[in-house]
């Protein structure tokens, strides 16, 4: 198991259980909703590299937060 993996599977473990969620233009994630679901932000603009990882903005509700690099 790589790094990534190891990662993916502990952010699974934390919050695997929530309902998922995609945030989009016509139903952005609202502030008061955040904790409540494991919220996806598919079109969010890859930013810069942070360590092993990239910082990633959501254009539709403005969330900036850290992720794994997109798989290719």
Do not use: I
Request: a negative charge; hydrophobic letters at 30%.
């Amino acid at each position: 198991m790589n790094a990534d993996d190891l990662v993916r599977s502990l952010n699974d473990l934390q919050f695997g259980h929530l309902e998922h969620r995609n945030c989009t233009a016509e139903s952005p994630m609202p502030e008061a909703d955040k904790d409540k679901y494991r919220w996806h932000h598919p079109e969010a603009k890859e930013g810069m590299p942070f360590f092993n990882l990239v910082v990633c903005t959501c254009p539709h509700c403005g969330l900036s937060f850290s992720c794994l690099p997109r798989r290719t």
